[in-house]
């Protein structure tokens, strides 16, 4: 007997308040590194209304601030991450040059540093370095889109650039920066078989009415960008539900970094281990671990081995070695799972400061995954999307006994 559910994720634009200060505190950490590759960065940002306030832990070594706000121009990246979002309308309250920026920063702690620095410390057990804070991270990867990414979270990213894009042609004058999008898919045994329900929610002007907007979203932006076999007669398009969206971004509601780490990862359909990315330098195995799980799911998937694979380790703040390390293929395995995770051990080193050498993160490539989800990109920079450990595998699973 076939089973049948709906399985939905959500997305949102680059004008969504949450968004709005992840991209600034990824604005934040590509400046950084620009200044100096091995800064320590924690940037975090709240906004509301015709405020933001940048604060958090950075530390840039190689020309000697502590006092990063010194060598930084904070107050300036916030606006320029405002202005390339779009915030620039005189009916907005949020305008990238009106905005209050207020900044509240400090240097590293020093007891974390340590943890982190490779080298001996005082209660410290290994001089190596060591992963900059204790936690849990999930990789995943399914077959279900060219990207091997979930179909929920990939079609209502989709939705979000198309939005994005037409925005910033200044083509349709209405179309303001805060948007949402949301894709029900129907599945059957596994298998996306149909969409039942698209929701979109963008801000606009005052002067639209609701049957344009719904006409646009419709036609320009759900029709043109979703697979036309997985669209149907019952599919239900809900376009700005409430009626009315003028009054939107932080001046609607508060903005805050690290609040949508579902739309960043993979749309509900793989776990989380509830770190966030954004504002984080690379030593933060919440970002660069959840990079290298991707990195190494999307590999296992791509080679053959599963049809879904999920990757969960988890670190000890300053401990270069993970604490544990699990693969679950939820039954679609083609061969079995322990021989999967031993050549995982054995192609892929999940020591910190292997993982950034192993995908090149020290260089200002974050505010290019800030927005429409950190995986599934097709971008050269963002290595953990590579399939190129495919053969490596091939090679390892061939070398490990059956069991």
């Known amino acids: 007997m076939s089973k049948s559910y709906i399985f939905s994720s959500e997305s949102v634009g680059e004008g969504h308040p949450d968004k709005v200060c992840d991209t600034i505190s990824d604005y934040v950490l590509d400046a950084c590194i620009q200044a100096d590759k091995t800064s320590r960065v924690a940037c975090e940002c709240y906004a509301k209304s015709n405020v933001v306030v940048v604060g958090g832990e950075i530390t840039i070594p190689a020309i000697g601030y502590q006092n990063p706000s010194e060598a930084i121009d904070f107050i300036g990246l916030a606006r320029q991450a405002i202005r390339d979002i779009g915030y620039t309308n005189d009916d907005d309250v949020f305008h990238a040059d009106k905005v209050f920026v207020n900044c509240l920063i400090t240097g590293q702690s020093p007891d974390i540093a340590q943890g982190v620095d490779a080298k001996k410390a005082v209660g410290k057990k290994t001089a190596k370095q060591g992963a900059g804070d204790q936690g849990l991270m999930f990789g995943y990867a399914c077959n279900e889109t060219p990207e091997l990414m979930p179909a929920p979270i990939m079609f209502a990213h989709r939705l979000g650039r198309k939005l994005t894009e037409i925005r910033k042609t200044g083509k349709v004058p209405w179309l303001r920066p805060d948007a949402k999008s949301q894709v029900s898919v129907q599945y059957v045994d596994g298998q996306p078989v149909g969409i039942s329900n698209v929701v979109i929610s963008t801000q606009h002007a005052a002067d639209v009415s609701h049957a344009e907007i719904e006409k646009f979203c419709i036609e320009k932006v759900i029709k043109a960008v979703l697979p036309k076999n997985l669209l149907n007669a019952k599919t239900e398009f809900l376009i700005n539900p409430t009626g009315r969206f003028v009054v939107g971004g932080p001046q609607g509601d508060t903005g805050l970094t690290g609040r949508k780490i579902i739309v960043d990862s993979y749309g509900g359909m793989g776990r989380h281990g509830g770190g966030a990315f954004s504002g984080k330098d690379p030593t933060k195995v919440d970002r660069s671990a959840a990079?290298?799980?991707?990195?190494?799911?999307?590999?296992?998937?791509?080679?053959?081995?599963?049809?879904?694979?999920?990757?969960?380790?988890?670190?000890?703040?300053?401990?270069?070695?993970?604490?544990?390390?699990?693969?679950?293929?939820?039954?679609?395995?083609?061969?079995?799972?322990?021989?999967?995770?031993?050549?995982?051990?054995?192609?892929?080193?999940?020591?910190?400061?292997?993982?950034?050498?192993?995908?090149?993160?020290?260089?200002p490539i974050y505010k290019q995954t800030t927005n429409y989800g950190h995986f599934g990109k097709n971008d050269p920079d963002i290595t953990w999307e590579k399939t190129d450990k495919v053969a490596a595998l091939k090679k390892a699973i061939g070398k490990v006994a059956t069991v």
């Not at 039954?331 to 051990?345: F, H, L, N, W, Y």
């Open 291 to 363: 990079y290298l799980g991707r990195w190494i799911a999307k590999n296992v998937v791509a080679a053959g081995f599963a049809a879904k694979c999920e990757v969960q380790f988890a670190y000890a703040i300053g401990h270069p070695d993970p604490v544990s390390v699990h693969v679950d293929t939820f039954g679609t395995a083609t061969v079995d799972e322990d021989r999967i995770s031993t050549a995982i051990r054995k192609v892929f080193s999940f020591q910190p400061a292997d993982i950034i050498s192993q995908l090149n993160l020290r260089r």
